[in-house]
């Protein structure tokens, strides 16, 4: 037994809180606990002040300093986090266009938000380095979403094709009762089953029109960035013929590239206004099978075009039998900030809008390829 006994637990579990409060009120009078920190901690209080006390300044072999030394104090979560705070807090985002900044950082999906948005500035001795710091979150993303969003859809998909001869063990017995509803027998307590539904085989499925429709302005950062991923992921299912297309106040459709989410997120441009209704026109005009076709809004819905004529394109297509899903946010972040006004108007016709988290989506596509009510995110 450790520590000597005092109110609330030992000596050395008193001494820990004192330490930890120490590192958070960062020393000086104020912080009122008389705690002395080793070196270990005497460093670590260091790489906390640079940032939180106002200490870092904008010299790059400073910050450069800086970034090796949050890695030995702290682990890669936090890392990301608090290199954050320093681009946010401490306006660093020019550094990163410095080659050596960009191999000293810890790639992670607010990163490659923000050197999207320093893209068109980046000069050329830069974008190599850039390109492989975002390709390497774009791989990580890969492996973590790719397996689980092909599994989901390929079984949507084989759900939603209809046989109406199926072999015995492809029988979808939900469909075939609903089906037969009206061939009801209660002196027997039994449906009589004249026509049998069944699962289509991945071979049988129709084919289904994807059409991710995704908005660029600057606070949508992460979502591109996910948004991009799903697209390359989806574009590699041969039952799905995938379209993307990014917007702010114009249009463009980078279908070509979906092949590689890197050349997609580098032909991205963030910030800049927002014309939901002109995107949605562009995608409207690529749809020649509305009844097989899902419509992915990606957007906070701060509509800068016609609003009017944008809740009629909505109504149109829902009409002519589409798919229509409106995400919020594609992304981690929590909450968004969004448009409740332009929120509450597509919910009346149909297509409420809500956000979504990465690991979500794959549920949300699957429930409308099958055209199930969408699922609410998890609480």
Same mark, same amino acid.
């Given at each position: 037994m450790s520590g000597t006994p005092v109110a609330g637990g030992t000596q050395d579990a008193a001494d820990e809180r004192l330490r930890r409060w120490r590192l958070v009120l960062g020393g000086g009078e104020a912080d009122g606990t008389g705690c002395e920190l080793g070196a270990s901690d005497g460093g670590m209080d260091r790489t906390l002040d640079a940032v939180y006390g106002g200490g870092l300044g904008a010299s790059a072999p400073h910050v450069s300093r800086w970034l090796g030394d949050i890695r030995t104090y702290f682990p890669s979560s936090v890392v990301q986090v608090m290199q954050r705070d320093a681009i946010d807090r401490l306006g660093l985002a020019s550094l990163l266009l410095e080659p050596e900044m960009l191999e000293a950082v810890e790639p992670d999906v607010h990163l490659v938000g923000t050197l999207l948005s320093l893209n068109k500035a980046m000069p050329e001795t830069s974008r190599e380095t850039a390109r492989a710091v975002v390709r390497k979150v774009v791989d990580q993303l890969e492996k973590r979403l790719t397996s689980r969003t092909r599994s989901a859809l390929t079984g949507a998909l084989d759900r939603s094709a209809k046989v109406s001869r199926p072999r015995h063990r492809d029988i979808d017995w939900? %469909?075939? +009762? &609903?089906?037969? $509803?009206?061939?009801? $027998?209660? @002196?027997?307590?039994?449906?009589?089953? @004249? &026509? *049998?539904?069944?699962?289509?085989?991945?071979? !049988?499925?129709? =084919? =289904?029109?994807? +059409? $991710?429709?995704?908005?660029?302005?600057?606070?949508?950062?992460?979502?591109?960035?996910?948004?991009?991923?799903?697209?390359?992921? *989806?574009?590699?299912? %041969?039952? *799905?013929?995938? %379209?993307?297309?990014?917007?702010?106040?114009?249009?463009?459709?980078?279908?070509?590239?979906?092949?590689? #989410?890197?050349?997609?997120?580098?032909?991205? !441009?963030?910030?800049?206004?927002?014309? +939901?209704?002109?995107? *949605?026109?562009?995608?409207?005009?690529?749809?020649? %099978? #509305?009844a097989e076709t899902i419509v992915v809004l990606i957007s906070d819905l701060y509509e800068g075009g016609i609003r009017d004529e944008m809740l009629k394109r909505v109504a149109a297509m829902k009409g002519a039998g589409v798919q229509f899903v409106t995400l919020l946010a594609l992304s981690d972040e929590g909450a968004p900030s969004y448009d409740r006004d332009h929120a509450s108007a597509l919910a009346a016709l149909g297509a409420p809008a809500f956000a979504c988290t990465p690991d979500h989506f794959p549920e949300v596509m699957a429930a409308a390829i099958e055209k199930r009510p969408l699922p609410p995110p998890p609480e």
């Amino acid at each position: 037994m450790s520590g000597t006994p005092v109110a609330g637990g030992t000596q050395d579990a008193a001494d820990e809180r004192l330490r930890r409060w120490r590192l958070v009120l960062g020393g000086g009078e104020a912080d009122g606990t008389g705690c002395e920190l080793g070196a270990s901690d005497g460093g670590m209080d260091r790489t906390l002040d640079a940032v939180y006390g106002g200490g870092l300044g904008a010299s790059a072999p400073h910050v450069s300093r800086w970034l090796g030394d949050i890695r030995t104090y702290f682990p890669s979560s936090v890392v990301q986090v608090m290199q954050r705070d320093a681009i946010d807090r401490l306006g660093l985002a020019s550094l990163l266009l410095e080659p050596e900044m960009l191999e000293a950082v810890e790639p992670d999906v607010h990163l490659v938000g923000t050197l999207l948005s320093l893209n068109k500035a980046m000069p050329e001795t830069s974008r190599e380095t850039a390109r492989a710091v975002v390709r390497k979150v774009v791989d990580q993303l890969e492996k973590r979403l790719t397996s689980r969003t092909r599994s989901a859809l390929t079984g949507a998909l084989d759900r939603s094709a209809k046989v109406s001869r199926p072999r015995h063990r492809d029988i979808d017995w939900n %469909r075939t +009762i &609903r089906a037969n $509803l009206k061939n009801y $027998l209660p @002196e027997y307590g039994t449906v009589v089953p @004249e &026509r *049998l539904i069944g699962y289509g085989r991945a071979a !049988q499925s129709v =084919k =289904k029109d994807v +059409i $991710l429709c995704i908005d660029q302005s600057g606070s949508m950062a992460s979502s591109v960035v996910y948004a991009s991923v799903f697209g390359a992921v *989806l574009a590699s299912m %041969r039952t *799905l013929d995938t %379209r993307l297309v990014v917007f702010d106040t114009s249009v463009v459709d980078l279908t070509d590239d979906l092949d590689d #989410p890197v050349d997609v997120l580098f032909g991205t !441009q963030l910030g800049g206004g927002t014309d +939901i209704n002109r995107a *949605l026109a562009y995608c409207q005009s690529r749809i020649s %099978r #509305p009844a097989e076709t899902i419509v992915v809004l990606i957007s906070d819905l701060y509509e800068g075009g016609i609003r009017d004529e944008m809740l009629k394109r909505v109504a149109a297509m829902k009409g002519a039998g589409v798919q229509f899903v409106t995400l919020l946010a594609l992304s981690d972040e929590g909450a968004p900030s969004y448009d409740r006004d332009h929120a509450s108007a597509l919910a009346a016709l149909g297509a409420p809008a809500f956000a979504c988290t990465p690991d979500h989506f794959p549920e949300v596509m699957a429930a409308a390829i099958e055209k199930r009510p969408l699922p609410p995110p998890p609480e």
